[in-house]
């Protein structure tokens, strides 16, 4: 049974729509979490949001690949601060689509040229990206993103 004070205070402290936006399109990297014949397998990504979903470049000859291959279901965090009343991020859970080509070169390709422009925008302070055809691109369209921002809140309670 879920407590209705935890429930509370999650609605709280999620961040609006536009909080969402801005701090998914302003922070850098995310930790990906996917599912191996081994268990759960963490790894950190660079990524970009265009505001209904989160594209990672992905090398196509890595266990988060073959993981995704086998099982596309990830969960996706984005956080950022280092004191408890600065804490804040979002948990983005669905299952990632590839798109465009496997690998990916530089040949033109709708699908993916915003996704693209984001990242060399974010990345390489350009408009256009290298492509050494061992990476490809995923996909996610969260069907559920849970976000939290301490700073609504302030200090926790001393415990001294």
Not at 28 to 55: E, K, N, Q
């Amino acid at each position: 049974m879920t407590d209705p004070q935890h429930q509370r205070r999650g609605r709280k402290i999620a961040m609006s729509k536009a909080e969402l936006d801005d701090f998914l399109a302003g922070e850098r990297t995310c930790r990906v979490a996917t599912m191996s014949p081994l268990g759960p397998h963490v790894t950190p990504l660079w990524y970009v949001w265009d505001g209904s979903a989160i594209w990672l470049t992905s090398v196509v000859r890595s266990q988060r690949w073959t993981d995704l291959r086998a099982d596309p279901r990830v969960a996706i965090v984005v956080d950022a601060g280092e004191q408890y009343d600065d804490l804040r991020g979002a948990e983005l859970r669905g299952s990632v689509a590839i798109i465009g080509e496997v690998p990916r070169t530089s040949a033109i390709d709708e699908r993916v040229a915003g996704a693209e422009l984001l990242f060399a925008r974010k990345y390489m302070s350009g408009n256009s990206m290298h492509h050494d055809g061992r990476h490809a691109w995923l996909r996610l369209v969260p069907e559920q993103i849970v976000s939290w921002d301490y700073r609504k809140i302030g200090r926790p309670p001393s415990f001294a």
